[in-house]
């Protein structure tokens, strides 16, 4: 099994920066796919950004603004957010999963985290 862990989700004003840490323990590889998905009240959770053999992909609403890394000798993903405003406010979720996947698909993940709430205030 592989375990995640987010961290870094507070309270920041619009147009402030975040930064958003995902620890992954177990047996989680540096193969591995990971991305941050996101679920605001009464929506559905949505793709944000994900990174699968160093390669990116963002959704068409953070490009520019969101970053997606990874640390392979930590198992550490990260995200910086940047340019913060409303929509963005979520529960931010990390996720993994040990194949080749779709990276924009939620449910194509075997393992996610609890989720780190982040909220802009306006």
């Known amino acids: 099994q592989v375990q995640l862990v987010e961290s870094g989700g507070g309270l920041v004003q619009a147009g402030g920066s975040l930064r958003l840490s995902c620890a992954a323990s177990?047996?989680?590889?540096?193969?591995?796919?990971m991305g941050w998905f996101r679920q605001a009240p009464g929506k559905d959770r949505e793709f944000v950004a994900a990174?699968?053999?160093?390669?990116?992909y963002y959704a068409d609403s953070v490009k520019g603004r969101f970053t997606i890394s990874r640390d392979n000798a930590k198992n550490t993903l990260s995200l910086q957010m940047n340019s913060l405003n409303a929509e963005d406010t979520a529960v931010y979720y990390c996720?993994?999963?040990?194949?080749?996947?779709?990276?924009?698909?939620?449910?194509?993940?075997?393992?996610w985290g609890q989720g780190t709430q982040v909220t802009v205030s306006s």
């Open positions: 177990g047996r989680a590889s540096s193969t591995y796919t």
């Open positions: 990174i699968r053999l160093g390669i990116t």
């Open positions: 996720a993994a999963d040990r194949g080749i996947v779709t990276p924009r698909i939620p449910q194509r993940y075997e393992y």
